[in-house]
């Protein structure tokens, strides 16, 4: 439902000075705001009345607000809930987010980021119970491929946030996959069937983006030989997604501004003003917030745009889902080269899960792909993988000492006599796990299974030595 249909609004807040606040935040809008101060009062008010949109807060005098969360997401047509929390709750506010919430605020905030959450809750689809695949084992979705909870996360905001025109505002490290988080919000919409159109603003000399968004006349500038439209025509009826978003010049998000408000827009040289209908999807590897702080880009810009977030997690937070994606690529790799690799040996898993793929997905991707050209064989080892993934791998292999010197492994285990005997034990332990190492003449493998853990332990804590080393 649009804002402009006076919406209903219920807002569950106990503190009178925040509703006073809220209600100030939001005199100008078209909304008619119901005031619920409990839990058991906003629990009433939801059995007598339709609402379009909840504010949520979690911490209530007589009930915690989850519960209220919970009941609405196992109602059919629900109104989509913004949940509202303190700086020291965020894992609160993503359980939320898990459980159904649409949205979240961070106190405190303002009233243009209290609108934007709300009006990305008022034309977004109503919640629905979730589906029998939407348990948290989904392993598919679109182009993506994964089951951790932070990937079923965004497998529902894509789904809940497809049905609408609202725009999506995709953030996420290089290689994390935004562009395919645009792609599935188009293909779950109804307008999969029209364009998707993609322009990465940072790939493109400033000189030469306007025109390619909005397209130009014959004779516009120089090289300018003929009529061509731009992005924003030819995703007329579809999507258009607009990557790196931050990079664009602040004179031209004057003209996109006007352009997401009111779907109108002039080609570079042209006086005839052309209308479209278009969804939007914006993507960026930077901090948004921080970009309008610094004036890098416009903050009404960023709340026009930022209706639906989804964040995109970087692959080291995925855990299994880092194998998974790997196998899915060396199942492909492997039949593009005609080549027999059908898995991943242990030694190699424990190499891949350690390793912290700061190029994310697209590494991966390169590693895997690597592989499949250089090597042969049915399964991956570690030594196919490349040198500098790990520095547990380049460990020289070691002389084993005589018998009859004593071990320094034996040493570090010496009961202390005195307190001067006595030594950290982040000491003891790093002296333990680098005789083992050495003892097994480098392998990391082997030398995990002699001391009782993971190999993906002592690559962690080797990386973590090697950095406070160089720090």
């Not at 919409?189 to 990465?200: D, L």
Request: with cysteine.
């Amino acid at each position: 439902m649009s804002a402009t249909a006076r919406s209903q609004v219920l807002l569950v807040e106990d503190s009178p000075s925040l509703v006073r606040a809220y209600q100030h935040y939001l005199k100008d809008e078209a909304f008619d705001l119901t005031i619920a101060e409990t839990g058991q009062a906003a629990t009433e008010a939801l059995s007598r009345n339709r609402f379009d949109a909840v504010l949520l807060d979690l911490r209530l005098p007589d009930m915690d607000g989850m519960k209220i969360l919970e009941q609405l997401h196992r109602q059919d047509m629900a109104p989509n809930v913004v949940v509202i929390t303190a700086h020291g709750s965020i894992n609160v506010a993503v359980e939320a987010m898990r459980l159904g919430a649409f949205d979240f605020l961070v106190k405190p905030f303002n009233a243009e980021r209290l609108s934007a959450a709300l009006h990305g809750a008022l034309q977004a689809p109503k919640a629905a119970p979730a589906p029998p695949d939407d348990t948290g084992d989904l392993t598919e979705f679109h182009s993506f491929v994964g089951t951790s909870p932070a990937m079923q996360q965004v497998y529902r905001t894509i789904r809940k946030a497809a049905g609408s025109k609202a725009t999506v505002f995709v953030v996420g490290e290089s290689g994390t996959g935004k562009e395919l988080a645009a792609e599935a919000v188009h293909g779950s919409s109804p307008r999969a069937k029209g364009p998707f159109v993609a322009i990465n603003c940072a790939a493109i000399p400033h000189g030469l983006i306007e025109s390619e968004i909005f397209g130009h006349v014959k004779g516009a500038f120089t090289g300018a030989v003929q009529d061509r439209d731009g992005a924003a025509a030819l995703a007329d009826g579809g999507t258009l997604f607009l990557d790196e978003i931050c990079e664009m010049d602040l004179d031209l998000q004057t003209k996109l501004l006007r352009f997401v408000q009111t779907g109108s827009f002039e080609r570079v040289g042209d006086s005839r003003t052309r209308t479209v209908d278009v969804r939007f999807v914006c993507a960026t590897n930077k901090d948004p917030m921080q970009a309008v702080r610094d004036g890098r880009f416009r903050e009404d810009l960023f709340y026009r745009l930022h209706v639906i977030p989804v964040q995109m997690p970087p692959l080291r937070t995925r855990g299994a889902d880092i194998m998974r994606v790997a196998n899915m690529f060396l199942t492909q790799y492997a039949a593009e080269e005609s080549k027999g690799f059908t898995a991943f040996e242990s030694d190699a898993e424990a190499l891949m899960l350690a390793h912290p793929w700061p190029g994310n997905i697209r590494e991966l991707q390169n590693v895997v792909r690597s592989i499949t050209v250089l090597y042969d064989g049915d399964r991956v080892t570690a030594e196919m993988l490349p040198p500098g993934m790990s520095q547990g791998q380049a460990v020289p292999a070691a002389e084993p000492a005589p018998e009859a010197a004593p071990s320094p492994t034996v040493a570090a285990f010496q009961r202390p006599r005195t307190e001067a005997d006595i030594r950290p034990l982040d000491d003891v332990e790093r002296e333990v796990i680098e005789d083992a190492i050495t003892i097994c003449h480098g392998n990391i493998a082997k030398a995990a299974s002699l001391l009782g853990v993971s190999p993906s332990t002592i690559y962690r804590k080797k990386q973590g030595w090697d950095a406070r080393a160089t720090a």
